[in-house]
């Protein structure tokens, strides 16, 4: 089985910053994407930033040039960081990486995040 662990949501006051990150483990074969989505009250979930590879990364026009994402693919950690926060972020940050295990071989299955709050004051 895998598993998504993240760290690093909680309460940050307008203007702060925030640095989420997401481990995967289990018995993972390979790691193909990974990203981060966020769902806010009444809101659907919607994608934030996503990093196919190393050569590439995309980002909401509604995050781009204050988030960065970025992956360590020796420890199956993607990061999320968070400058220039404003209430507007507020919601509940997900992460996501496409993975296929030794027991699957090379299909690859989208496995999720138990998701972490991330609360900015206004």
């Known amino acids: 089985q895998v598993q998504l662990v993240e760290s690093g949501g909680g309460l940050v006051q307008f203007g702060g910053s925030l640095r989420l990150s997401c481990t995967a483990s289990?018995?993972?074969?390979?790691?193909?994407?990974m990203g981060w989505y966020r769902q806010a009250p009444g809101k659907e979930r919607e994608l934030v930033a996503v990093?196919?590879?190393?050569?590439?990364?995309h980002y909401s026009d509604s995050v781009k040039g204050r988030f960065t994402i970025s992956r360590d693919n020796a420890k199956n950690t993607v990061y999320l960081q968070m400058n220039s926060l404003t209430p507007e972020d507020t919601a509940v940050y997900y992460c996501n990486a496409e993975i296929s295990t030794y027991s699957s071989g090379t299909y690859y299955s989208r496995y999720w995040g138990q998701g972490t709050q991330v609360t900015v004051s206004s």
């Open positions: 289990g018995s993972i074969f390979s790691i193909k994407s």
């Open positions: 990093i196919p590879s190393g050569d590439y990364t």
